[in-house]
């Protein structure tokens, strides 16, 4: 039988009501040491063992391919499918990384335990009335109801252009990115770079390990390309607190 996932807890020491004054002046923050060490690297080592598909879009689709599908593909058809996606990253809304629905596994009931035991016990955390309880103090939003999540990984090459998440019908609140690099540096890429209207950037975060990224719904943000240089893998999971 797979070992099940253990119950994680908040790191002690985390006062969500006075983090909550510069969430309100902001409307982001990026709160480091979110567990015990020892929890956190054990879903980094989750991380790397999740099995990933590939997900993009291209030509105005999204897509997720199997990684065995997309290695199997023709060379020519693998370049044109490339260029389709540069192409549409100079322009509009675009992206291409690893990803694994977490939620949609976990809402179909189908944990696997083993080795992603600590993904699934993220996702039993985040939906814990003890973390929204601790999004609601900090944000001062009592309706933050539930929360859904995926794994995520960038690898050189990677990128997810400007959007604000705010999709109809999603009931989007705020986004939440969960990072898991043990070292990384901003020379790398992968930052979650904030836009201002002008077009400048006014902020930018780091892929700090063990750290949440919280941040209001809409905002426009997007993950800068991953260097072709970078040492490391991006890992992180991701996703939103919703209402009903």
């Known amino acids: 039988m797979a070992k099940a996932a253990v119950p994680l807890k ?3 020491g985390l006062d969500p009501a006075k983090l909550r004054p510069a969430f309100e002046r902001f409307g982001r923050l990026h709160l480091p040491g979110l567990f015990a060490p020892r929890e956190a690297q054990a879903i980094h080592a989750a991380l790397v ?17 199997a990684l065995d599908t997309l290695a199997a593909m023709p060379p020519e058809r693998r370049a044109e499918l490339e260029a389709a996606i540069l ?28 080795a992603l035991a600590p993904l699934e016990a993220v996702y039993d955390l985040i939906n814990s009335e003890a973390f929204l309880a601790f999004i609601r ?23 997810l252009t400007a959007h604000d998440d705010d999709v109809a019908g999603k009931k989007r609140l705020y986004a939440m990115v969960l990072n898991f690099t043990p070292v990384w540096r901003p020379d790398w890429g992968g930052l979650l770079a904030f836009h201002d ?48």
């Open 87 to 114: 192409e549409g990253g100079r322009t509009g809304f675009q992206y291409q990384f690893d990803a694994w629905r977490l939620s949609d596994l976990m809402e179909a009931g189908q944990r696997t335990g083993g």
């Open 49 to 65: 063992a999740a099995p990933y598909h590939r997900s993009l879009t291209a030509s105005g689709k999204s897509y997720d391919i």
């Open 137 to 159: 103090t900090l944000t001062g939003d009592p309706r933050c109801a539930y929360a859904d999540a995926q794994a995520t990984r960038y690898r050189p090459g990677d990128f």
């Open 10 to 12: 908040l790191a002690r």
């Open 197 to 244: 209207a002008d077009g400048h950037v006014s902020e930018a975060y780091t892929p700090t390990f063990n750290a949440l990224n919280l941040f209001r719904v809409p905002q426009q943000h997007a993950v800068t390309q991953v260097a072709s240089f970078a040492g490391a893998e991006r890992l992180s999971i991701t996703g939103w607190i919703r209402e009903r």
